[in-house]
């Protein structure tokens, strides 16, 4: 009798709220590497070290030089739904890669997290969060700069634990986190370590700071990183249209694989894995690759913030365009062009 048992609606506790949200936001070490290297970067660090024990399960350190944080504000830094980054009035003109305020409070609440940080002008100061409690801040040592320390990750939630795949695995997926960050900031040097045993560890990939304009960066940064062999393979694609601008390469079809391809997608700086985009790429190579075949690629397009969502999910991977038939048709037809261009060149080559 449905009548005389009601239900009883409580407020969750800040704690279970935190860990609710963490579902969403960390899934898995590289989620919480992606959270706290976009912090980083946010805070406009030009050196970033990411170090990892088994995998990112018992450890995940990112140190960086950027703005740091004033003692003061380290409780607040950990509180949910607070952050420096906007002001809440327009969520349409997101020039960070952070803007919820959600990634601190959520690795606290499932893991040890402790953050040593120092802004300009201030003295360095740590604090500890333990089962959700934000620890007092103290004093501490360093000369800039914000060192964030995640132990344990999923230790008090043994059913996430489960989904962990082998050490080997998330390492893996934490160094194509930190790859794909590097590609979208090249000015930054990175270094991803793997201290498992501890010690000084063994360097897993590194990238030092590009320089030049913009354009020498990049390519500086994706030949890097992808290898020359993609370089080599791939041609340039540089179009626009109204007001959505796509650069980048892609492979050429002789250059395709089965699976595990390096496909690499930025809308205004971010890393994204949108459907539609990918889905963009493939159509583009439908006349010239099979369907099990799968092109490289490394993408950016840039646009007016105003003409796509960037709060379509926590994890921020996904965006809505304004226009989602104008960004398909413009990677679909600028791809194709430059394909047909590249066949072109090679059967002419070929001929004469
Ligand atoms: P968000 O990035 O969405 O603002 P976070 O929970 O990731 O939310 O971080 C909260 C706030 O803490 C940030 O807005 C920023 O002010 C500060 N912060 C976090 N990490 C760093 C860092 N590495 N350097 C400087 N400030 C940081
Ligand atoms: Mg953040």
Redesign the pocket.
Known sequence: NIGEKRPVIRQLDEGAINRIAAGEVVERPASAVK??V???L??G?RRIEVAIADGGKTLIR?S?D????AGG?LP???SRH?????DGSDLLNIH????????????GAVGRLS?T?R?AGEDAAAVSVTGGRIGPVKPAALSR??I?ELRDLFHATPARLKFMRSDRAEAQAVMDVVKRLAMAEPFAGFTLRDVTGGGEGRVSFRAEAETGDMFDALQGRLGRILGREFAENSIAVDAEREGLHLTGYAALPTYSRGSGVAQYLFVNGRPVRDKLLIGALRGAYADFLSRDRHPAAALFIDCDPQLVDVNVHPAKSEVRFRDPGLARGLIVSALRHALAEAGHRASSTVAG
Do not use: M
Not at 82 to 86: D, E, N, P, V, W
């Open positions: 959270e706290l976009e912090n980083a946010d805070a660090a990112v960086d950027g703005c740091g944080i504000d607040l830094a950990l607070a952050t420096s980054k906007i960070s890669f952070g803007f919820r305020g959600e990634a601190l409070p959520s690795l953050i940080s802004a700069g914000t964030v």
